[in-house]
DNA sequence: TTGTTCCATAACCCGATGGTTATGTGAATT
DNA sequence: AATTCACATAACCATCGGGTTATGGAACAA
């Protein structure tokens, strides 16, 4: 894949259906046919998501006769939710105001009026 | 796109170029120019990368004469950030030992089929 | 008006992704 | 030994994503 695990967990996460599968799994481990049972997709894509997931470190595989266990590897989600804390205060709305107090203070000159609509 | 938020922002962060945009966004506001100046990239690049962002929601935009600035918009990490934390007590370690000990008693030896709800 | 600056958009390339159907495979059952 | 079960893998297809170069356009300066 080439690509650092930051980005292959936030991709991993990228996906409802990769989600869906990790919000299961967090009840217990799961065959393939369980975790594919609520998703209208063939059982083979839900093998590549869990092999998306695998290598994402987000689940460890076992056997168990036949059938094959997901287990959920948490983790890797704690890099990701330590990635996002950093921005913990910019979601705050006091540090919002104060954070667009000092862009006013850096550019004097321009009193825009910033559109952010969706 | 047709994509939920959830997907869009988790999309958006699994690049490290647009991760790395962000972080320096929290310093300030900054120009097309200024945002791609540290990378080995284009200029076209770059721009579509902040249409990512935007359209995600994790940037707002604004004209400073010629200029365009790139202001991060924290909310919707907030909304990742929180989708994260119910995973918080499983990559705790004591967590994940209780986790495993709970398995083992769900599955005592080859217990056979699992019931599922659905 | 004419440039110039700063950026967006178009057109294209190519590898990755998410889906499918069809088939292979290893472990358990008979 | 043969079959069945549960899943993986292969082959294929359409779309997406990240990159490029080339060009267009809005806002300011001269």
Redesign the pocket.
């Known amino acids: 894949m080439q690509v650092d695990q930051l980005s292959q967990v936030f991709?991993a996460l990228?996906?409802p259906?990769r989600r869906a599968i990790l919000m299961r799994l967090a009840d217990g481990d799961l065959?393939?046919?369980d975790l594919a049972a609520p998703f209208p997709?063939?059982?083979?894509?839900i093998?590549?998501?869990?092999?998306?997931l695998e290598s994402a470190g987000l689940i460890s595989?076992t056997?168990r006769?036949?059938?094959?266990l997901s287990h959920l590897e948490a983790e890797p989600l704690r890099d990701a939710a330590k990635w996002l804390a950093r921005y913990q205060a910019y979601w705050d709305a006091r540090y919002d105001q104060l954070d667009e107090l000092l862009a006013r203070l850096q550019h004097p000159e321009d009193d825009a009026e910033r559109k952010d609509d969706r």
């Open positions: 991709g990228a996906d259906t065959t393939v046919a997709v063939s059982q083979p894509a093998s590549k998501h869990l092999k998306v595989r056997r006769a036949t059938a094959r």
